[in-house]
């Protein structure tokens, strides 16, 4: 343990990460404020929300599409002149040139300056923050996307319009909406490279380049991030890989995992799991623990009968355990996290979306004691004795983490290959359809996509 805690130690010091303060969230990492002080709770039988609580997908909630001040103004016609050759060029970030009123930009200029072409300017410039900040797929084609995305407050049209014309950098205020990201910058050379005869490929880059503007611009300085068809997931500080787990996932269908941006707030360490009612009374297992207390006691399971005839079978600590030796807790209206599994042979399959939701992670221990290190929660000493003790512990995070839940089919790989994942969840087929339709105005924020609520049972397939 300690030999892969002094890797760790080494690589992140090289990074320069400790000791300068550069370990610091960025303002995006500071949305959720963190705890005064870390925490360490025993629960001797947590509740169902605590350990596994049911999988909810709920509608997402964007900033306000209507941006502030004029979003007409008065365009010179240098100005002008620059936006169309933004527009000429805009092909190369994976968008359409005809879709912001190139062809009649280019008449009206011939013309002179005019309200015709502060109106037209206008409009197309605000289009093209929309798409470059939001991205051009429409809300209904993201597939159980349910990021909020802080840029539309962070860079509001109205202000960036202003901007531009002030200071008559159009083409620079523009492009820094562009996503921080090395693998955005990977994928725009890929379609530069790629020629227009190879159709299918050029339009699955740009599917995966607008994905990256579904995210935040930038994703801070250090944050977990897992690529679902990858079944993989990275520990990235300044965009740089600490360290990488193999993943499983959520199988396919109505139990596919969602694609999330939250905070991890603590990690709780030797967890007990408590099982959901499709398995203590549609599978008998309340009265089975009941009726062979040694069984429980060797199978680590406790029950109790309320009054009303109610079983609560809950899980204990140990190896058997279903959550296994750790989860993060990351509070969101999904229950999704990332949690350590006793099946652990389970890695080894290519095919690795097995789950109920969940993220089941490779060498899950070694990442809560990271976690716990980084996050300022306890010490490496600390971080060890916890997990070694058997006993419940929750330690919270002085200092929390982002943690984005991204699907990807072309990306750079945990070796900075870039290369194509399999569509498990077949996530492409709408994305890549909005491309042959017309850009749409003025559009929603919020997924319309169904409730979905789950007992995951952990069981593996």
Known sequence: MRSWLSTLAGGIAAASLIGSGAIAQDDAARQVAPTPAPTRAPAPGASFDEAFPQMVSEPMVQGDLAPPGPIIQEWSLENASALVNVIKGIGAEGLNPAEYNLELLRMLLLEGESEELNALASKSFVWLVEDLRDGRTPADARVQWFVVDPDRDRFRTGDLLTQALETGDVAGTLASLHPTHPDYA???????????????????IRAN???????????GRQYLITNVPEYQL????NDKIIRSYRTIVGKPGRTATPQLAEMVEGVVFNPTWTVPQSIVRGEGLGQRVLNNPSWARANGYTATRGANGYITVVQQPGPGNSLGQMKLEMPNPHAIFFHDTPSRHLFANANRALSHGCIRTERALELAITMAILGRGATKDEAVAISSSGKYTKVMLEREFPAYITYFTMATDIDGELRTFNDIYGR??????????????????????????????????
């Open 186 to 204: 990977r994928l725009r050379e890929e379609l530069v490279a790629t020629p227009e005869s190879e159709a299918a490929k050029r339009k699955l």
């Open 209 to 219: 380049m607008d994905r990256w503007r579904w995210l935040a611009r930038d994703l």
């Open 234 to 237: 990275r520990l990235t500080v």
């Open 428 to 461: 492409d087929a709408p994305v890549l359809a909005s491309f042959d339709k017309p850009r749409v105005e003025n559009r929603s924020g919020e997924s319309d996509d169904e409730i979905i609520v789950i007992e995951d049972d952990l069981q593996d397939s």
